[in-house]
C-alpha cells in the first residue's frame, strides 16, 4: 500500500510520459490544462463535476487515456499554484497553437464555466483576459460563449453567487 502511495507522489513529481512535461514550445498542454484549472479555481474550490468535466475535456480534445489526463492535471495543479499570471501560459499557448486551436480551448473554458451551473464574475473576467492574451477576437469570445451557454440548460436551485446555467453538451472533440 505505501509502495503505491510512494509511486503516485513520485508520478506526480516527476511523471513518467513520453513526454516531459514542461512548459517549453511543446508543452502547450501543460499550459493549457493549467488555465483550465485556472479557471475552475478562480471562484473557490473546483466542485466535483468541474473536476470530472476537465478529466472529460482534456481525454477528448488531447486524445489522452485516463491515467494520462491524471497525470496532466495533477502536474498542471502544481505549475498553475506557481504561476503568478496568465501570462505564464497563453504565451506557450501562443506560440505553439494556431488560431483555431486557441479558440478551441476558450471554448474549453466556456464549457468548464458552464459545467457547475453557475458563472461568477470571476470567472467570466478570467476568460475574458486569457481570450485577449491568447488574440481571440472579442467577438469569437462572445460567439463561442453562446454557443456553450445555449447547450446549458437551466440548471435547479443553482442561482447562489452567479448566472444560473447548467451542464453544457459535448462539442466536437476534434482538434
Do not use: C
Request: charged residues 25%; proline residues 3%.
Amino acid at each position: 500500500m505505501l509502495d503505491k502511495l510512494r509511486q503516485f507522489i513520485t508520478d506526480v513529481v516527476a511523471p513518467s510520459a513520453p513526454d516531459e512535461l514542461t512548459l517549453d514550445d511543446g508543452g502547450y498542454r501543460l499550459a493549457a490544462t493549467a488555465l483550465l484549472i485556472h479557471v475552475i479555481s478562480i471562484d473557490g474550490d473546483p466542485s466535483e463535476v468541474e473536476k470530472q468535466k476537465l478529466h472529460s475535456l482534456l481525454e477528448q480534445r488531447f486524445g489522452l487515456d485516463a491515467a494520462t489526463a491524471t497525470r496532466l492535471i495533477a502536474s498542471a495543479t502544481l505549475v498553475e499554484g506557481e504561476a503568478v499570471d496568465l501570462y505564464h501560459f497563453t504565451s506557450v499557448i501562443m506560440r505553439s497553437v494556431n488560431e483555431q486551436g486557441r479558440l478551441r480551448i476558450v471554448e474549453m473554458m466556456w464549457e468548464l464555466v458552464y459545467a457547475d451551473g453557475t458563472v461568477t464574475e470571476f470567472e467570466e473576467n478570467v476568460v475574458w483576459r486569457a481570450a485577449d492574451l491568447l488574440a481571440v477576437s472579442t467577438r469569437d469570445r462572445v460567439t463561442l460563449r453562446q454557443k456553450v451557454a445555449a447547450a446549458a440548460p437551466v440548471a435547479p436551485g443553482a442561482a447562489q453567487g452567479g448566472t444560473t446555467m447548467g451542464s453544457v453538451a459535448e462539442v466536437d472533440p476534434a482538434n
